[in-house]
């Protein structure tokens, strides 16, 4: 696929089929993520691969997440709401977890820890697109949970900075919208 069409033909999708996606794919889009753009090649990124049951990681993750912010932990309405968050972690065949670890090292500076691995998702998700696959990108307040990085292994300045939730498709795309690039841009090739 040329790469101005994926650009433009990536969506956001978040119904998918249930179909297992082939591990020879799910390599090409990790793959993809790693030739991001990274200063001082610093690889910060760290990828979590969940399949079929191994889902269930991010499911009890968000579930504990979901009754920590309950008054009453054991009420059945704490444990209703810790089910259905577990739940949104089977919404498609595979989920990438997409995470930060940033490097503590002279000279690197966080926020582009943070920004390579915002490119390495942009090259998954326009991977994605190019295996014919659907994805949506999701985050909210559980991403960035410290039970998040607990269910993980992950540092307390570590972050998950995505959930990649990919299958085949089970809806249209929906229609872009976005301004025109002229209503952000200014044009400089003079200084007064
Ligand atoms: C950092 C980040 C976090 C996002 N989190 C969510 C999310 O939690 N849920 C969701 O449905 N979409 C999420 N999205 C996807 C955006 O909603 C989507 O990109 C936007 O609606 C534009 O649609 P498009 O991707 O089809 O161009 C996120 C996107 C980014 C960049």
């Not at 919208?177 to 090739?189: C, L």
Request: hydrophobic share 45%; proline share 6%; glycine share 8%.
């Amino acid at each position: 696929m040329e790469v101005f069409e994926a650009i433009h033909g990536r969506r956001s999708i978040g119904k998918v089929k249930q179909e297992p996606i082939a591990r020879e794919k799910i390599e090409r889009i990790l793959e993809a993520g790693i030739w991001a753009p990274n200063h001082r090649l610093t690889e910060p990124w760290q990828f979590f691969v969940m399949t079929g049951e191994g889902r269930g990681k991010l499911g009890g993750a968000y579930a504990a997440i979901a009754r920590e912010g309950e008054q009453d932990k054991d009420s059945e309405e704490s444990l209703a709401k810790a089910e259905a968050a577990r739940k949104k972690a089977f919404r498609a065949p595979l989920v990438i977890g997409v995470a930060v670890a940033p490097r503590e090292r002279t000279g690197v500076i966080e926020i582009e820890e943070y920004g390579a691995v915002f490119a390495a998702v942009q090259n998954m998700l326009l991977a994605v697109h190019a295996l014919d696959l659907a994805a949506v990108w999701r985050t909210g307040e559980p991403c960035y949970h410290p039970l998040m990085n607990k269910a993980f292994g992950l540092r307390e300045h570590d972050r998950m900075l995505g959930l990649l939730y990919i299958g085949e498709p089970d809806m249209a795309a929906p229609s872009p919208r976005r301004q025109p690039a002229s209503s952000k841009t200014a044009w400089i090739e003079s200084v007064e």
